[in-house]
């Protein structure tokens, strides 16, 4: 099993470019998370998929940042155009939560964004 | 607002040392908490959960309710255990949300 993979690993832009992550969940995974990461912090959410629904997206800038999960497998995060405030580490992350069961989160190894 | 604190962004201490980590949260409900540990040049990943009530790599938490704490300790540090700490929160109306603390360094000396 190869867990939680994402791409890129690393990426650089200059501003107002557009950019792209990719996540591919651990399969059998319903839920599907994005958190930012920036230096110093936390994970943050980003937007978490049920499936293919967004349920929570009240975290994700819609002015530039927008997220899909086709099929309810994998996900593309897109943010466009950059700013230099977006420079951090995208994580993305799947768990599998039977009802009023605990579910842990499996993370990828995360896309590291730099804005020039 | 459900929140995680973590109070210390770094922390050394010598080898063979006892180590606490804090951790504090506010939440409404009843959480469930966990630590997450990321090794250097590793991913994120779980190391142990309160309701487990399991030992892993020597590292224990308890859930105090009273104090709304999480903190997780060790008796004897190793070198190996030299990573960035995070206490989370499980929660909301779906229990899928989770809640981060900014973490904590730690750095275990020879």
């Known amino acids: 099993e190869a867990g939680v993979v994402q791409s890129p690993r690393y990426k650089i832009i200059e501003k107002k470019q557009p950019v792209a992550f990719w996540c591919n969940p651990i399969?059998?995974?319903?839920?599907l998370y994005w958190y930012l990461q920036n230096l110093g912090q936390g994970p943050e959410l980003l937007i978490r998929y049920e499936n293919e629904e967004a349920v929570d997206d009240s975290q994700l800038p819609k002015d530039r940042f927008s997220a899909e999960r086709l099929k309810g497998v994998d996900s593309t995060l897109k943010i466009q155009p950059a700013e230099l405030g977006d420079s951090a580490v995208y994580l993305c992350a799947s768990s599998f939560r039977p009802y009023k069961n605990t579910g842990e989160l499996f993370f990828g190894e995360g896309s590291r964004l730099t804005v020039l | 607002a459900q929140r995680v604190t973590q109070p210390e962004k770094l922390l050394s201490v010598f080898k063979g040392a006892p180590v606490e980590l804090k951790c504090n949260y506010s939440y409404s409900g009843s959480p469930e908490l966990f630590w997450y540990v990321q090794y250097s040049r590793q991913r994120l990943q779980l190391l142990l959960r309160h309701i487990s009530r399991e030992s892993i790599k020597g590292f224990t938490a308890d859930l105090n309710k009273g104090e709304t704490s999480f903190h997780l300790k060790k008796p004897f540090a190793q070198e190996e255990d030299s990573a960035m700490y995070y206490c989370a929160l499980q929660g909301g109306n779906t229990g899928n949300q989770f809640y981060f603390g900014t973490g904590t360094s730690l750095t275990v000396i020879p």
């Open positions: 399969s059998g995974h319903n839920t």
